[in-house]
């Protein structure tokens, strides 16, 4: 572990950094890293997040994006969309948002493709 933001600690700002960081107290702002964030239990945290993987077990209110994986651990609270191809979620954890597990390098979900040539008006449904 590279660095420790310990219970009772408090942080607000921006937050980058190489190899693992554990949270255990309270963090405002914006978290980015290519590599392991660690949310322990009885952390708070407000901010958008765009880490390589995360490991939650506290409160989250933001975005949380994971390149490689995202796990949350019970008794994690998440109020926020999550985007990762690798999603885990232990019983009694609680999620409010949406979750996309498409492509996290683009910065926006790509749209899900329809019949090819459909029409709204139904007409092209028809075969008689």
């Not at 600690?9 to 660690?38: A, P, Q, W, Y």
């Not at 995202?70 to 609680?94: F, M, S």
């Not at 019949?115 to 092209?124: F, L, M, Q, R």
Request: aromatic content about 2%; charged content about 25%; some cysteine.
């Amino acid at each position: 572990m590279n660095a420790l933001l310990g219970k009772g600690s408090e942080f607000e700002g921006k937050l980058s950094f190489e190899g693992t960081v554990r949270i255990d107290g309270v963090m405002k702002g914006e978290i980015r890293s290519k590599d392991k964030l660690v949310i322990g239990q009885g952390a708070r945290v407000e901010a958008e997040i765009e880490v390589g993987s995360a490991e939650i077990s506290g409160e989250i209110e933001g975005n949380v994006t994971a390149s490689s994986r995202l796990e949350l651990k019970t008794p994690a609270r998440i109020k926020g969309n999550i985007t990762t191809p690798v999603l885990i979620i232990e019983e009694g954890v609680t999620f409010d948002g949406n979750c996309s597990m498409g492509d996290t390098k683009s910065s926006g979900s790509k749209p899900v493709a329809s019949t090819p040539s459909s029409s709204s008006s139904g007409d092209s449904a028809k075969e008689n």
